[in-house]
């Protein structure tokens, strides 16, 4: 089956024009994939349809926030009820507390949360907090892990265990990179090796602790046991970047599904239902160094904005009052073993990593465990998986190093359509196996 492109075609050559590279983000341009990004009319619960009028059963999830699939009613009405107030008022509301507290009954190692508007400004927020809190200078992040385009957290992966941060983006100055150290992911061993040589200036760690931006790789338990132990014996601060984890793995995120209590968590995606959202939270006596309680500098005019606080309280109400947990995980599970076996009938090598809702099929030898390994996948295998599930109906994240998403409503019937349009696209993926 060919996908009619047409109109997708014709508002990509406009945007082109009008948007550097015709999107805005570089993400959504196909870069990894090749061709052209399809543009989206509509999204109704695990569907997406473009403006040519194909449909998908989609596996993104707008990158993950739309854990109840798109245009859940009960979102839709709290967005409804919400608008018809207002849209933004630059002033506190009840609902900024309503959300905070959601969010802290269900993390425990929250005890205050400040609400921004996007992860890239949580991340960007929880740092400096960590900082003016400690009085040191140097983060430590990991390799493959994304944490948002701040200038301090743009920096290249390094090849050997410890490296001094090198900006990999034109406008990033070297100064602002030169107090932020790059680590090997799960390398327990350079982790220690890192305090050992400058733990007295180490403010912070920051973490994906399930990576979900070099595809999908897991921690494993030793990294997770170092990543507290370094960072409390010497006086850091631990922050879990759970903008994708959170809400998502379990209710409580990655630290409740491993039993950890970062110092600091970012969040964003599922916090705002669908709408653009962020916020960091975590022990209180952090957090209120924050102004206006604190010293530390932080605002936003659009924080906690009553239509993202109205959608992410629905959406965390909907989790809690009918989790999808066991059933995302049954069908994940479902969804991997299928994926193996069809790959294994082609005679394609691959790799699953995944974590409950969370997935990403590697194509690749052995299973990924950091930036390194996983970027010996093969991508141009994977490009043309990819373009042989589209035209099969399935929408998958147009890049190797992008983890996909499960919804609620990715029933049992769609999880088996799926794994039959991935046993042909398998097939057609082994005819070039070289990449």
């Known amino acids: 089956m060919k996908l009619k492109q047409t109109r997708s075609h014709d508002a990509f050559e406009r945007a082109k024009r009008l948007i550097p590279g015709g999107v805005n983000s570089p993400a959504r341009a196909f870069g990894g994939v090749g061709g052209e ?191 507290r132990s370094c960072t409390e014996n010497n006086g850091a601060l631990l922050i879990y970047d ?40 975590g022990r209180a006596d952090i957090m209120e160094r924050l102004l206006p309680a604190g010293p530390v500098f932080q605002a936003g005019t659009l924080s906690g904005n009553p239509l993202a606080m109205a959608a992410g309280l629905a959406t965390l109400q909907e989790l809690a009052e009918h989790p999808p947990y066991q059933h995302l995980e049954r069908r994940g599970q479902r969804l991997a073993d299928g994926l193996q076996q069809a790959a294994a009938a082609a005679g394609v090598p691959v790799q699953i990593a995944r974590v409950g809702s969370m997935w990403t099929l590697f194509f690749a030898e052995t299973l990924p465990t950091d930036y390194d390994s996983a970027r010996r996948s093969n991508m141009a295998q994977f490009g043309r998986f990819f373009w042989a599930m589209m035209e099969r109906g399935v929408y998958l994240p147009c890049s190797q190093f992008e983890s996909a998403f499960l919804m609620s409503v990715h029933s049992d019937a769609l999880i088996e359509q799926t794994l039959q349009a991935a046993a042909e696209a398998m097939k057609e993926a082994a005819r070039h196996p070289a990449g």
């Not at 967005?79 to 507390?97: D, Q, V």
């Not at 305090?195 to 760690?205: N, P």
Request: glycine letters at 12%; charged letters at 15%; one cysteine or more.
């Open 242 to 281: 759970e903008v994708m984890t959170g809400f998502r793995v379990a209710f409580g995120g990655a630290q409740q599904l491993f039993k950890q209590e970062p110092d600091l968590t970012v969040l964003g995606k599922i916090v705002g239902g669908g709408l653009p959202v962020g916020a960091f939270g």
């Open 37 to 227: 990004p399809l543009f989206i009319a509509r999204g109704a619960g695990p569907y997406l349809y473009d403006l040519d009028g194909n449909q998908f059963i989609d596996y993104v999830g707008s990158w993950g926030p739309l854990i109840l699939g798109h245009a859940h009613p009960r979102v839709q009405r709290a967005l409804a009820e919400a608008l018809e107030r207002g849209t933004t008022y630059g002033a506190p509301t009840e609902i900024e507390s309503q959300l905070a507290q959601a969010i802290i009954d269900a993390m425990p190692a929250i005890e205050m949360v400040r609400m921004v508007s996007s992860g890239t400004e949580a991340s960007m927020s929880a740092i400096r907090l960590a900082r003016g809190f400690t009085g040191r200078d140097l983060i430590v992040k990991f390799a493959g892990c994304y944490h948002g385009h701040a200038d301090c957290l743009l920096v290249q992966a390094g090849s050997s265990a410890t490296t001094l941060g090198v900006p990999n983006s034109p406008g990033v100055p070297m100064g602002c990179t030169a107090d932020t150290l790059v680590l090997r992911f799960n390398d327990a061993q350079g982790l220690a090796d890192a305090f050992t040589a400058q733990g007295d200036r180490i403010a912070a760690v920051i973490v994906e602790p399930v990576a979900g931006n070099m595809g999908l790789v897991l921690p494993q338990p030793e990294f997770l046991a170092a990543l």
